[in-house]
């Protein structure tokens, strides 16, 4: 089950007790998330850490088209998953901070900023039963105005 807070994603249940649930974080190193960037339908994996050849960082984002146009202040959501289980779609993962391409290679990779600030996790909700379509963007928040716009 997909565990939230009012940020973004934070992890996925792995066990449940009768009063506490284990969750393992989306920053986790085996943790692995389908992924989607804001108003494309461009797709990849984000995985917690540093993966092999990657930038260092908390979240990784390996999209699967080398051409996909992706930069720096990209939102990425969360794919879904088959019957909303372990993920559901449209949760806010993070914004991407740098895009690396490396010639020969299959994919790209992004460094992430996550959505969730996991160092001051308090109160966080666990989704039962995901929406009934997908909610592609509309859950996410406006974006904060540049210094620019003002």
Known sequence: MT???GNGLV?????VGPTTSTVVLATDVASAVGARLEGTRKIGVVRGGTVPGGPDA???LELFDMEAPVE???RVLTLGSHDGAPFVPGVPLGTVEEVQSSPGALSRLARLAPAV??????VVGVVVAGPAEDPRDSVLAPRPESEGDR
């Open 3 to 5: 565990v939230v807070n």
């Open 58 to 60: 908390e979240l990784t």
């Open 11 to 15: 992890g996925r249940v792995v066990e």
């Open 117 to 122: 600030d996991f160092a001051a996790l308090d």
């Open 72 to 74: 720096a202040g990209d």
